[in-house]
């Protein structure tokens, strides 16, 4: 695995190589439900409900890995929805999985840098992101961008990463997937703000992000004798010692998790 640097066209080749057929055979293997992210189904549940999704709307997953959130939210409330992700495999794997699972109809996806997005303006009700824009370091042109391609009124609601301090940390398991440019929640508001949305809600779900990590840790032992077969022993175990030291991380150290849900400023 590789070191990312963003989540830019130019760094496509190390994305597929960070979240390629080894991590995913894990996920797999485990039945985490597709999910990529540090958070599992239960925080992404806990975000939608209160982003008044319904069969009218129209959602923008960004940086949508292989489509498990752009599913759940398709299945859970009838709407349509568009996945964006910068890694081919992923874009591939994500169609594979949702007609499998029958969505097709609801859900679709493409391949496209997300900070340079073709959509006519005010296209979707809602943008949504499930713990990868810690990738983007411009966030503000991310917003911006969500912003522009929003309805009047529409709604961004996202997880990820952000620190209590801003310090310049650089963390062990960045050396797995990549550097991540994680902010403070106040930094995270104001540049929300200053790229036109009002702030409706802000959660702290560290301990939500953890009790998935610990539960993810345990499937991953008890299906040990599966995950050493394949991707291999070397590769379980550098994903229990990222997991606990992610843990560790979030219990004693500068890191937490976040749920933000925001509305475009008229």
Same mark, same amino acid.
């Given at each position: 695995?590789?070191?990312?640097?963003?989540?830019?066209?130019?760094?496509?080749?190390?994305?597929?190589?960070?979240?390629?057929?080894?991590?995913?055979?894990?996920?797999?293997?485990? *039945?985490?439900?597709?999910? &990529?992210?540090?958070?599992?189904?239960?925080?992404?549940?806990?975000?939608?409900?209160?982003?008044n999704i319904d069969t009218s709307s129209r959602v923008l997953d960004l940086c949508c890995g292989? !489509?498990?959130?752009?599913?759940?939210?398709?299945?859970? &409330?009838?709407?349509?929805?568009?996945?964006?992700?910068?890694? *081919?495999?992923?874009?591939?794997?994500?169609?594979?999985?949702?007609?499998?699972?029958?969505?097709?109809?609801?859900?679709?996806?493409?391949?496209?840098?997300?900070?340079?997005?073709?959509?006519?303006?005010?296209?979707f009700t809602h943008v949504f992101g499930c713990d990868a824009w810690v990738y983007i370091q411009?966030? !503000? *042109?991310?917003?911006?961008?969500?912003? $522009?391609?929003?309805?009047?009124?529409?709604?961004?609601?996202?997880?990820?990463?952000?620190?209590?301090?801003? $310090?310049?940390?650089? &963390?062990?398991?960045?050396?797995?997937?990549?550097?991540?440019?994680?902010?403070?929640? *106040?930094?995270?508001?104001?540049?929300?703000?200053?790229?036109?949305?009002?702030?409706?809600?802000?959660?702290?779900?560290?301990?939500?992000?953890?009790?998935?990590?610990?539960?993810?840790? !345990?499937?991953?032992?008890?299906?040990?004798?599966?995950?050493?077969?394949?991707?291999?022993?070397?590769?379980?175990?550098?994903?229990?010692?990222?997991?606990?030291?992610?843990?560790?991380?979030?219990?004693?150290?500068?890191?937490?998790?976040?749920? &933000?849900?925001?509305?475009?400023?008229?």
């Open positions: 695995m590789t070191t990312l640097t963003n989540g830019a066209s130019q760094n496509r080749h190390q994305i597929e190589e960070a979240y390629g057929s080894a991590f995913l055979s894990i996920i797999d293997t485990i *039945e985490r439900g597709d999910m &990529y992210g540090v958070v599992t189904e239960g925080p992404v549940h806990s975000l939608t409900e209160k982003m292989i !489509g498990g959130p752009a599913r759940l939210i398709a299945k859970k &409330y009838g709407s349509e929805v568009v996945g964006v992700d910068i890694s *081919e495999f992923n874009i591939q794997e994500a169609r594979k999985r949702t007609q499998q699972a029958n969505l097709s109809d609801k859900v679709r996806f493409q391949r496209a840098d997300v900070l340079d997005l073709t959509f006519k303006d005010e296209s411009n966030k !503000g *042109e991310l917003y911006q961008q969500a912003a $522009k391609l929003l309805v009047a009124d529409g709604i961004l609601g996202f997880t990820d990463f952000r620190v209590l301090n801003p $310090k310049n940390t650089t &963390y062990w398991w960045e050396n797995i997937f990549g550097t991540h440019y994680i902010e403070t929640a *106040e930094t995270y508001e104001n540049l929300l703000q200053t790229s036109g949305f009002t702030i409706l809600d802000h959660t702290d779900i560290t301990r939500m992000a953890i009790d998935g990590l610990v539960e993810t840790a !345990g499937r991953m032992i008890a299906r040990r004798d599966a995950l050493h077969a394949n991707p291999g022993p070397q590769v379980y175990c550098m994903m229990h010692e990222f997991i606990m030291t992610l843990v560790h991380d979030y219990i004693f150290g500068n890191l937490r998790h976040g749920g &933000y849900m925001c509305k475009k400023q008229q």
